[in-house]
């Protein structure tokens, strides 16, 4: 199947501190979607990209959707302790439903040292 | 209700024994994705429904897993004579048609199989 390389796979940092996450694949993408799983819970959406080159804001949560198509990145600034969890990026093929459309990255675990 | 229900939240079974996970989706929502999460990994795709339309088994790892959505609405995935690798969190999500389709995720079923 397709596959996503997502990086870094784990982080270990200070609060306070930006994060920078990627997905990267050989192949295109027409939708990005980056997730947050909690302990114990199901992934959330955070962001959805729908256009090459697009930036969106969510809070302090901004993701793009690269040129190429190709890849897309999410950033976290000022990093907080609720920030702590897994994040999933996940790359969509075709506009509309279709499971054979979306592939999840492996994730990046966010850890926050005290 | 307001979000996707999945019963029970952990089940312990022996190996070979036959195990029943519930998911109910969001209210209204057509599509339903049963997804597979072993420990450290992303999320692997089982089996789609989307509405009254032939469902997508492709992710489906062997005979032993089954499911079935009755109604429209609430969807049963079976695992027969469990094994020990069948030990993960399920996650079901659901999601309404449309251009910018999102998935909605439950907390998930955390199985474990001795």
């Known amino acids: 199947g397709q596959q996503l390389n997502q990086s870094p796979q784990s982080m270990f940092i200070q609060e306070g501190e930006d994060v920078s996450m990627n997905c990267t694949s050989s192949?295109?993408?027409?939708?990005w979607l980056w997730y947050k799983q909690d302990p114990g819970e199901g992934p959330v959406l955070l962001i959805a990209?729908?256009?090459?080159?697009e930036l969106t804001s969510n809070g302090r949560l901004t993701a793009q959707f690269g040129i190429t198509r190709k890849d897309s990145f999410l950033n976290i600034s000022a990093s907080i302790p609720s920030d702590v969890g897994i994040y999933f990026c996940a790359g969509r093929k075709r506009i509309g439903g279709g499971a054979d459309g979306l592939t999840f990255g492996k994730g990046t675990h966010l850890i926050i040292q005290p | 209700g307001a979000g996707v229900s999945q019963s029970p939240s952990n089940k312990v079974t022996e190996k070979g024994k036959d195990v029943e996970l519930r998911c109910d989706p969001i209210?209204?929502?057509?599509?339903l994705y049963w997804y597979r999460q072993s420990l450290g990994q992303g999320l692997e795709f089982l089996i789609y429904?989307?509405?009254?339309?032939?469902?997508?088994k492709s992710g489906l790892p062997s005979d032993r897993f089954s499911a079935e959505r009755t109604g429209g609405s609430v969807s049963t995935l079976t695992i027969q004579r469990t094994q020990q690798e069948d030990s993960a969190v399920y996650l079901c999500?659901?999601?309404?048609?449309?251009?910018?389709?999102?998935?909605?995720f439950g907390s998930g079923t955390q199985l474990s199989v001795l």
């Open positions: 209210s209204g929502h057509t599509a």
């Open positions: 429904f989307q509405g009254n339309s032939a469902p997508d």
């Open positions: 990209l729908y256009k090459a080159g």
């Open positions: 999500a659901s999601s309404s048609t449309g251009r910018n389709e999102k998935l909605f």
């Open positions: 192949s295109i993408f027409n939708t």
